[in-house]
């Protein structure tokens, strides 16, 4: 089973994904999606870590997606 939500952050889609594994725990991934068409990026990370339930897995994925956002963002105005 997969729980998965979107959000838009300026010009990027942020898709993280909570992925149940057999022994009941949850996996960790994001895509950080920019650009259309041809010109479209799409970073995926998948985490090592493992967690209790699909929220947290959601949590974890959004903040890492958010702050690699904030990173982009610092370094475009430096």
């Known amino acids: 089973m997969n729980h998965h939500h979107l959000i838009e952050v300026g010009k990027y889609r942020v898709s993280p994904l909570a992925t149940q594994l057999d022994d009941g725990g949850f996996a960790a991934s994001v895509s950080i999606r920019s650009g259309k068409g041809s010109g ?3 970073r995926v990370s998948r985490f090592t ?3 209790d339930n699909a929220p947290a897995a959601l949590h974890y994925a959004t903040e890492h997606a958010l702050a690699w956002i904030g990173e982009r ?3 475009a105005l430096a």
């Open 73 to 75: 963002n610092t370094r």
């Open 49 to 51: 870590r493992l967690f």
């Open 40 to 42: 479209t990026h799409d």
